[in-house]
């Protein structure tokens, strides 16, 4: 099957001035979630939440969106994720989706606040500047039970019955047996 068709001329606006992001964004609708995998309110020093930052935005693509970025809090680690984007096909055109996830991690006692998430993007039906908000929120994180900072682990060393990890190839060529070994299978 072969279609023909006449050509099509667009006009591109430029940005407009009132836009201030550093991602230009222009869309019908956009939102943004926030989701924990645990209650934040009840994390410990040393726990872990992973925190979820969904958008979506009608008439954009996934890859349009901007990523999240964890802001620095004194007091607690973040490990992102690698993030999830695509699409979805609407009657009215594209729903752009994207999902950035990281772990945080308490490392102290105490209270601390996520500042809030403020995403601009222009309205293309209104001809708008609007704000896609997750507010602030507070972390109370307490000591874990017992009321200790949690301790580094440090390894047992080795007893003298047991080969050292650079003595073992050779051990295992020569065929020896080794009590551990054999404690290991009973």
Same mark, same amino acid.
């Given at each position: =099957?072969?279609?023909?068709?006449?050509?099509? $001329?667009?006009? =591109?606006?430029?940005?407009?001035?009132?836009?201030?992001?550093?991602?230009?964004?222009?869309?019908?609708?956009?939102?943004?979630?926030? #989701? %924990? $995998? $645990?209650?934040?309110? +009840?994390?410990?020093?040393?726990?872990?939440?992973?925190? #979820?930052?969904?958008?979506?935005?009608?008439?954009?693509?996934?890859?349009?969106? !901007?990523?999240?970025?964890?802001?620095?809090?004194?007091?607690?680690?973040?490990?992102?994720? +690698?993030?999830?984007?695509?699409?979805?096909?609407? !009657?009215? &055109?594209?729903?752009?989706?994207?999902?950035?996830?990281?772990?945080? =991690?308490?490392?102290?006692? &105490?209270?601390? *606040?996520?500042?809030?998430?403020?995403? !601009? %993007?222009?309205?293309? +039906?209104?001809?708008?500047?609007?704000?896609? =908000?997750?507010?602030?929120?507070?972390?109370?994180?307490?000591?874990?039970? &017992?009321?200790? *900072?949690?301790?580094?682990?440090?390894? /047992?060393?080795?007893?003298?019955?047991?080969?050292?990890? $650079? *003595?073992?190839?050779?051990?295992?060529? #020569?065929?020896?047996?080794?009590?551990?070994?054999?404690?290991? /299978?009973?």
């Amino acid at each position: =099957v072969r279609r023909i068709a006449g050509p099509i $001329s667009l006009e =591109v606006l430029p940005i407009p001035a009132a836009f201030v992001g550093d991602n230009w964004l222009p869309a019908r609708n956009v939102t943004v979630e926030e #989701s %924990w $995998s $645990s209650p934040p309110e +009840q994390l410990g020093v040393g726990d872990s939440a992973t925190r #979820s930052i969904r958008i979506t935005a009608e008439g954009a693509q996934g890859a349009q969106l !901007p990523p999240i970025l964890f802001k620095p809090v004194d007091g607690l680690k973040y490990y992102p994720d +690698q993030p999830n984007i695509g699409e979805e096909e609407l !009657p009215s &055109g594209l729903l752009g989706i994207r999902e950035d996830n990281a772990a945080v =991690v308490p490392t102290r006692a &105490g209270t601390y *606040t996520i500042p809030e998430l403020r995403i !601009p %993007w222009w309205d293309t +039906q209104n001809r708008t500047l609007n704000y896609a =908000v997750v507010p602030a929120r507070e972390i109370i994180a307490a000591l874990p039970a &017992g009321g200790a *900072t949690p301790a580094a682990t440090t390894p /047992l060393p080795l007893t003298e019955a047991e080969p050292s990890i $650079s *003595t073992l190839p050779a051990a295992l060529a #020569s065929g020896a047996e080794y009590p551990f070994c054999a404690a290991a /299978l009973d």
